[in-house]
């Protein structure tokens, strides 16, 4: 019963994002559920920097916009107000728009990959004491 609690728990704490294409680059960005992240925090690191060159908060829909000044690699870090978050990369090319197709990411968070883990563990063990229990009664 604790791990279905907990697989629930981790599955409503994923997130994802969308680009939305509309002249300006955008994000959406949003739990697993298709819940938006409302009023997150949103920090833009230009290619090479360490430090953010905009501090921004994404609206009720979940939804920011940022204009690249240079191509490279462009790293946004969302966080809605319970620490939720994620970091996206996003390739700009010389036109400063999004490289590639990419749409979506649907990214899993450290407590799923940590449950798909334990139980991938936990399947491996109980399949190898069953068999090795067989093997000793015939």
């Known amino acids: ?10 599955y409503s704490h994923g997130t994802k994002y969308e680009i939305v294409k509309s002249g300006k ?5 949003m739990f697993d559920t298709g819940e938006p992240m409302s ?24 939804l920011f916009y ?6 490279g690699t462009w790293t946004l870090q969302v966080r809605d107000k319970t ?20 749409q979506t990411n649907y990214g899993l968070n450290t407590i799923q990959k940590v449950i798909m883990a334990l139980c991938v563990i936990w399947g491996a063990t109980g399949t190898a ?3 090795k229990g067989r093997k000793g009664q015939a």
Not at 1 to 10: K, N, P, S, T, V
Not at 40 to 60: H, I, Q, R, Y
Not at 83 to 102: A, C, F, P, Q
Request: hydrophobic letters at 50%.
């Open 1 to 10: 019963m604790i791990i279905l609690i907990l697989a629930m728990a981790a």
């Open 25 to 29: 680059i955008g994000i959406k960005a």
């Open 39 to 62: 009023d997150a925090d949103v920090l833009v690191f230009p290619p090479g920097a360490t430090s953010a060159s905009v501090t921004e908060k994404a609206d009720v829909k979940g």
């Open 66 to 71: 940022f204009t690249p000044d240079r191509p």
């Open 83 to 102: 620490g939720h978050g994620m970091r996206i990369n996003l390739e700009i090319d010389e036109t400063l728009s999004v490289k590639g197709d990419l």
């Open 129 to 131: 004491l069953y068999f």
